[in-house]
């Protein structure tokens, strides 16, 4: 990983850090998002669930309704305080790590992230699949929701590159830059594939809805 994408990743972190009380609020504007959570039922959730980049947990308990258990995983203490208050479930448990460098202890029958992958710098995109893939119980799948090409209209600075960004602001008028990845679910399923994976990947409401097995003999 280069140093630019060191420093992006630090202050991505730094941003959900300090934002983690305005986390929710594109739930409350954006009805697509809504919608999103709405699919959770029909999305191929099962067994023992990783959640990765958990967030502040909008997506926690709805997956916990599907699971056996739930480990849930993010980087910030912050988002996570806010996670562990809205999800009362039994069988949900939280860790704080940087999920692009945390290995988990045993491995699950789901992997997922909701908004994560775009977050991804594309120099890293190969390794965290292979990660994935190292997180899967024989048969187990990835799931994943995230930004198509057309929610970019959404955002502010975006720029291109290497490893594109956009710009966030938080209501003390801080500026910070993330990594984002707007993935196009054609090319997405094409990397995949490229990359050992048997992927569905699909366009829903501009955002992308997808499923993946690893690769056989993955490890």
């Known amino acids: 990983m280069t140093d630019e994408d060191d420093a992006l990743l630090a ?3 730094a941003y959900y850090r300090a934002g983690a009380a305005e986390y929710d609020r594109p739930y409350a504007e954006r009805e697509q998002l809504r919608r999103l959570l709405g699919m959770v039922d029909r999305l191929p959730v099962r067994g023992d669930v990783l959640e990765l980049a958990c967030g502040t947990g909008q997506w926690t308990a709805l ?7 739930v480990t849930a995983v993010d980087v910030a203490a912050e988002v996570l305080s806010v996670a562990r208050a809205r999800t009362d479930s ?13 290995q988990p202890p045993r491995r699950y029958d789901t992997v997922f992230f909701a908004f994560w992958l775009s977050h991804v710098p594309p120099t890293r995109s190969a390794a965290f699949w292979n990660t994935v893939a190292g997180m899967l119980a024989p048969g187990g799948r990835a799931v994943f929701v995230d930004d198509g ?5 959404y955002e502010e600075g975006v720029t291109q ?11 003390d008028g801080s500026r910070y830059r993330v990594v984002k990845v707007f993935h196009d679910a054609r ?4 990397d995949l594939t490229a990359l050992g994976w048997t992927a569905d990947v699909q366009d829903v409401d501009g955002n992308i809805v997808g499923f993946a097995e690893p690769p056989a003999g993955a490890a």
Do not use: N
């Open 11 to 13: 202050e991505q972190i």
């Open 63 to 69: 997956l916990a309704a599907r699971a056996r258990s």
């Open 90 to 102: 039994p069988i949900v448990r939280f860790v704080q790590a940087d999920v692009l460098q945390w």
């Open 149 to 153: 090409p057309a929610t970019a209209a």
């Open 161 to 171: 590159g290497p490893v594109p960004t956009v710009l966030r602001r938080l209501d």
């Open 187 to 190: 090319a997405l399923t094409d």
